[in-house]
């Protein structure tokens, strides 16, 4: 279930859309020569299966890829009981609702240390992971679910952690968050070196494939010395996103790249060019 190529868009309804609904966000997409949206379920699953339904035939029609992103109050690691069942069922709903759009992939946010640490958090997530894949694939949905690495220092998601998370389960595979790791490492991995040295990790635990199925975010970011603080647009950050997008070209990368600058769309149109001219 891989893609072939590289579909660049945006993290939801582009900025320039002239009506603020997923269909004409698709077609702004489209109409600005992108290829991808991510339906953002940030806040909540706010979109109805028949708009889900409609979605799914005009991305179709345009040929725009379609992901998902769900809400970021998921925490897999909560000390209650029943945050953790909550934010599984988000999940899995993320992903129902985002098959009925013929979204490809959906991504996640694990969720925060707490009284964890790495090995376990891992541990934990992992098994929620299996879990979740294991209802949707009882239930015939074929869509990709991906933890995301994060920004912060104190969530889950380092590029070891979401590695470990995923290995071996059928359907997953990690959302890589460029921007994230740089801030979260602070500003360490900002080289082309440093993002060959990523895909080169991905590709030795996951094998060739995971890089021709790949869920990619780039954007501007800042951070301090708790790791992330604010998503930025490239031009106002540190972020080296040229040399990332260079990484992706040399390594053969395939899959969806989504601009979550809060400029949105005109990021991704300087990704497109990039990956286009070779800079």
């Known amino acids: 279930m891989g893609l ?40 909540g699953i706010n979109l109805s299966h028949e708009a889900a339904s409609k979605a799914r035939e005009v991305s179709r029609e345009l040929g725009v890829v379609l992901t998902a992103h769900a809400p970021y109050f998921v925490n897999l690691l909560s000390d209650r009981a029943e945050v953790r069942r909550a934010s599984v069922e988000r999940i899995i709903e993320s992903a129902k609702v985002a098959y009925i759009a013929g979204a490809w992939s959906v991504v996640f946010h694990p969720g ?56 071996g389960i059928d359907m997953s595979l990690p959302a890589i968050d460029f921007a994230h790791i740089y801030a979260r490492t602070l500003g360490r991995v900002n080289s082309l070196e440093g993002f060959r040295g990523v895909l080169e990790e ?35 950050s540190d972020f080296n996103w040229r040399d990332a997008v260079r990484a992706l070209r040399e390594y053969g990368v395939e899959g969806v790249v989504i601009s979550e600058s809060p400029n949105l769309e005109e990021d991704a149109l300087k990704i497109l060019e990039a990956l286009r001219s070779g800079g």
């Not at 072939?4 to 997409?29: C, E, H, L, M, Q």
């Not at 780039?218 to 010395?225: F, H, K, Q």
């Open 202 to 236: 991905v590709e030795r635990r996951l094998g060739r494939e995971a890089l021709r199925n790949s869920h990619i975010h780039l954007s501007g970011i800042s951070y301090g010395e708790r790791g992330e603080r604010a998503h930025l647009n490239f031009d106002e």
């Open 112 to 167: 925060y240390y707490g009284r964890y640490g790495s090995e376990e958090a891992v541990r934990v997530v992992r098994e929620a992971l299996k879990h979740i894949t294991g209802v949707l694939s009882d239930m015939g949905l074929r869509i990709w679910v991906r933890p995301e690495t994060m920004g912060g220092l104190a969530e889950v998601g380092s590029l070891e952690e979401v590695l470990s998370i995923v290995e």
């Open 4 to 43: 072939g190529g590289i579909y660049v868009g945006t993290a939801g309804i582009p900025n320039s859309a002239k009506r603020r609904n997923t269909v004409d966000g698709i077609r702004r997409v489209a109409e600005l020569g992108l290829g991808s949206m991510e339906l953002e379920f940030v806040r």
